[in-house]
């Protein structure tokens, strides 16, 4: 269930709004990087300090795809410079963070940078960042003193029944846990082909790729992220002149590759990339390519908590 009180916090005045509701302030539909900036994330903590949360759950984590749909241009790193590895270690489903950390990964949806996420204490506090400055806060009590000095901040808290950003409107995923009884279907699989692929998205739009046999199996994995969907496909095909010249016509379709020096690569295209990536394969060892619009891997499942290994929690 949701929190019972649901502010929307924004800098638009209402006052600035046409018949139908539409802003026709002066307001930029873009962080400032600046005092507004600020202020959003005063509020946030003010409301946070109103309901006792001083720390956070970083919820279905993501990053940016390869369209990029933020007002402002994607940054390396996704704008997680600075609060997780590289490796992004730390920054994944269930993954707790001070309070602290937290107004820093909404400064950086804020701005675009690539990252997004929600970040909730369970069903008492939630805060989500939308589109276009669009900022909100859920609480199991009403926190008035954070209304007002959302007020005096400069911006405009509205009640609403529910955020639009809220886990109950998302489209059904896969929900299937990557249990004991998955991985014994991972090695009758493996029992007829030897060989297969396995897909780690350990966060949205960003996957690790392992090749897996009998013996390796179990030290794969260990190693794999908290709370990541698991996708078992064919190995790939040694052929990589006639994976190439499969690609499909007229729609997008994910390459994956192994290069020479064993590292799994991939990347999104179509046929106009045939002549690039063509250069690009004179020494990949195998290839394949998955369809976008069919995603049907062998087997799929979410590697469940008592099977994650455990993780920082993002303290940088």
Known sequence: MPPAFVHQITKYDPADRDE????????????????VEAAYLAAVAAFAQDAGIDRLEIRDPAVAGYVHFGAEPSVAGHGLDGLFPPDLTGYHDGAEVSLPVALELIRVMLR????????????????????????????EQPCPHAVARTRELGLFPRPLAASPYA?????????????????????????????????????????????????????????LGPRALLSVWPDLNPDVTAVLAALPQDESAEFVWEAHDGTFNH??????????????????????????????????????????????????
């Open 20 to 35: 139908q509701g539409r802003y026709i302030g002066a307001e930029d539909t873009i962080s400032d990087h600046g005092p």
């Open 112 to 139: 675009d940078q690539g990252a997004w996420c929600r970040l909730e204490a369970g069903d008492t506090f939630t805060v989500h960042v939308g589109w276009d400055q669009y900022l909100y806060v859920g609480s």
């Open 167 to 223: 886990a109950e409107f998302d489209e059904a995923e896969v929900t299937e846990p990557a249990d004991e009884n998955f991985w014994m279907r991972v090695r009758t699989e493996l029992a007829s082909r030897r060989t297969l692929l396995l897909e780690e998205s350990y966060v949205r739009n960003a996957a690790r790729w392992h090749r897996i046999t009998p013996k390796n199996l179990d030290a794969v994995r260990v190693g």
């Open 267 to 316: 990347a999104i295209v179509d046929d106009t990339h045939f002549r690039q990536l063509t250069a690009q394969m004179t020494d990949a060892r195998a290839a394949r390519v998955l369809p976008l619009t069919e995603h049907r891997p062998l087997l799929c499942a979410v590697l469940p908590d008592s099977d994650a290994c455990s993780a920082p929690d993002g303290d940088r």
